[in-house]
Structures are given as structure tokens and as C-alpha cells.
């Protein structure tokens, strides 16, 4: 893990943090933030998606080196047709609009999920996207689109039962490293913290086997709104975590 240089970027001005090299961060309270100011929902995921581009910044800033958000659940397809048509054309919008930017901050682009099972329009700008970034070294940022961590874990098992009856793989060879190998984007670490805006407490079905050992961060504040002092506020909280990852603290141990 990353740690923040003396007086590098903190609010604290000479404060030192510890910085997650892999974030995952749940954007939630879209529609709570439209609700509080009479605008339709639409309005809550269009400064939803302007935040990414602002997260995508201070996390490079900071020195994240992979940045995982959650932007369509597998669940999400359950929301109105409007909605859900919404979060598309977004989603096609924002790297037309953003990808400039993304570019000079150095950040590749890449996505996690079922995403061959999207509209062609969608699975073309993922492709695009990925080919277009594929050099830039500062940060990942992979975006969850159509993605479960339920089917993520459905389509690691998936691989293996076909490697098994193909011959390349005997069953007792399987292991907690096979099915990591297994998932969507296999050389991407675990989320060491995962951050949640809007105060609710739970995953949501968000990279459910790579958070095993992650440390989970909530916050009140609404996505839209959630800027440069939450995520600070958060790496804070994290540098103070005692990870142990069920053996000792280094207390402990001593
Ligand atoms: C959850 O808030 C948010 C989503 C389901 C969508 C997240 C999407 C974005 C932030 C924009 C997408 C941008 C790109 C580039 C894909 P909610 O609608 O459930 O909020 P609520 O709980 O307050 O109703």
C-alpha cells in the first residue's frame, strides 16, 4: 500500500496518510440528492456522473492505483425503463465528454461485469474506451457496469467446470487462488478500502469474493456531493484501520 509523502495533497497540510492502491467506491444517493432539490432523478445521476470525473481525479492525485466504481448493478435493470435508459445514454455521454480529461490525467479505462450481454451501443463504447486508454499508467478506473458479485462468482465457477471437462484442470487443484483467477479482471487487487456515501451499511452485491478483507468506509453524504474532504476523511479512517487479515496486529505480536 501507498504512503502519502509528507504534506502531499491532505487538507492537514502536513498530515500523512496511508492510501489504498485499490478503492472501490459504491455511488449511491443519486436520487436522494435530486429528491432534496424538487429535480427528477435523472438530474441526481447526471452530478453523479460529473463526480466520477472528480473522484478520478483526486484519487490519481492522491496516489490510487486502481479505482473501482459501481455505476449499474445487475439489479438495476428493475428500476423504470426511463431510468434505466438514463443511466445509458450517461454512460455513452460520459466519455464522450470526459474522456479528454481522463486522458490528461493518464487514466486507463476498463470495465467489470456481464458486459457482453449489454446493448451493442454500450459494449462498443466499452470497447473503445479500453482500446483508446489502454496506455495510460497513472490509475486504472474500472467501471462496474451490469455487474454482480453474484454472477461475477457464477462465471469464475463457470471457467473452471469447463477447464475441468475439458482436462486442464483436476478438481483437487482447486483453490481460493483459482477462483480469484477466475473473475472478470483477475490482475486487479482487492479492494483494500470500500467507501459508501449515503449512510447506507451494506455491499450491495458489490465485488462480494474481492471484499473479503476489505475495509469498509460509510458516509452520510450523498454522491453527488461527496467531493475532495470525504474521500480525504476516508483515507484518514483507513490509515487508522488495524488490518489484520485474521491473524495479529503487529501489537500482538510483538
Ligand atoms: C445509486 O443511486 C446510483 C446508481 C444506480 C447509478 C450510479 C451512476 C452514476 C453515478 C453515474 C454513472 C456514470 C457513468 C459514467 C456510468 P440511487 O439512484 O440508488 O440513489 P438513491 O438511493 O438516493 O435513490
Given at each position: 500500500?501507498?504512503?502519502?509523502?509528507?504534506?502531499?495533497k491532505s487538507?492537514?497540510?502536513d498530515?500523512?496518510?496511508?492510501i489504498?492502491?485499490?478503492?472501490?467506491?459504491?455511488m449511491?444517493?443519486?436520487?436522494?440528492w435530486?429528491k432534496?432539490?424538487m429535480l427528477p432523478?435523472?438530474?441526481?445521476?447526471?452530478?453523479?456522473a460529473?463526480?466520477l470525473?472528480?473522484?478520478c481525479?483526486n484519487?490519481?492525485?492522491?496516489?490510487?492505483k486502481?479505482?473501482t466504481?459501481?455505476?449499474f448493478?445487475?439489479?438495476?435493470?428493475?428500476?423504470?425503463?426511463?431510468e434505466v435508459?438514463?443511466l445509458?445514454?450517461l454512460?455513452v455521454?460520459?466519455w464522450?465528454k470526459y474522456?479528454?480529461?481522463?486522458?490528461?490525467?493518464?487514466?486507463?479505462?476498463?470495465?467489470t461485469?456481464d458486459?457482453?450481454a449489454?446493448?451493442?451501443?454500450i459494449?462498443?463504447?466499452?470497447r473503445?474506451?479500453?482500446?483508446r486508454s489502454?496506455?495510460?499508467q497513472?490509475?486504472?478506473?474500472?467501471?462496474?457496469f451490469?455487474?454482480?458479485?453474484r454472477?461475477e462468482?457464477?462465471?469464475?465457477?463457470k471457467?473452471?467446470a469447463r477447464?475441468?471437462?475439458?482436462?486442464?484442470?483436476?478438481?483437487?487443484?482447486?483453490n481460493?487462488?483459482?477462483i480469484?483467477g477466475?473473475?472478470?479482471?483477475p490482475?486487479?487487487?482487492d479492494?483494500?478500502l470500500?467507501?459508501?456515501?449515503?449512510?447506507e451499511?451494506?455491499?450491495?452485491?458489490f465485488?462480494?469474493w474481492?471484499?473479503?478483507?476489505?475495509?469498509?468506509?460509510v458516509s452520510?453524504?450523498l454522491?453527488?456531493d461527496?467531493?475532495f474532504?470525504?474521500l480525504?476523511e476516508?483515507?484518514?479512517?483507513?490509515?487508522?484501520?488495524d488490518?489484520?487479515?485474521g491473524?495479529?496486529?503487529?501489537?500482538?505480536?510483538?
Amino acid at each position: 500500500m501507498a504512503i502519502l509523502g509528507f504534506g502531499k495533497k491532505s487538507s492537514e497540510g502536513d498530515e500523512q496518510l496511508k492510501i489504498p492502491v485499490s478503492l472501490g467506491v459504491i455511488m449511491d444517493g443519486n436520487g436522494r440528492w435530486a429528491k432534496k432539490r424538487m429535480l427528477p432523478r435523472s438530474a441526481g445521476h447526471r452530478a453523479g456522473a460529473e463526480n466520477l470525473k472528480e473522484l478520478c481525479r483526486n484519487c490519481g492525485n492522491y496516489g490510487v492505483k486502481y479505482l473501482t466504481v459501481y455505476a449499474f448493478s445487475t439489479e438495476n435493470w428493475s428500476r423504470p425503463d426511463d431510468e434505466v435508459n438514463t443511466l445509458m445514454d450517461l454512460f455513452v455521454e460520459f466519455w464522450e465528454k470526459y474522456d479528454p480529461e481522463l486522458e490528461q490525467e493518464g487514466i486507463r479505462v476498463r470495465f467489470t461485469g456481464d458486459i457482453d450481454a449489454l446493448p451493442e451501443r454500450i459494449k462498443e463504447v466499452c470497447r473503445k474506451g479500453e482500446e483508446r486508454s489502454k496506455n495510460r499508467q497513472k490509475m486504472q478506473l474500472i467501471v462496474a457496469f451490469n455487474y454482480g458479485g453474484r454472477r461475477e462468482i457464477v462465471h469464475s465457477c463457470k471457467n473452471i467446470a469447463r477447464l475441468v471437462k475439458e482436462g486442464k484442470l483436476d478438481i483437487d487443484d482447486i483453490n481460493e487462488d483459482t477462483i480469484s483467477g477466475n473473475l472478470y479482471l483477475p490482475d486487479v487487487p482487492d479492494p483494500d478500502l470500500i467507501i459508501r456515501p449515503s449512510g447506507e451499511q451494506r455491499l450491495s452485491n458489490f465485488l462480494l469474493w474481492e471484499s473479503a478483507y476489505s475495509e469498509l468506509w460509510v458516509s452520510d453524504c450523498l454522491w453527488p456531493d461527496f467531493g475532495f474532504e470525504e474521500l480525504t476523511e476516508a483515507f484518514r479512517a483507513y490509515t487508522n484501520r488495524d488490518r489484520r487479515f485474521g491473524g495479529l496486529s503487529k501489537e500482538e505480536k510483538k
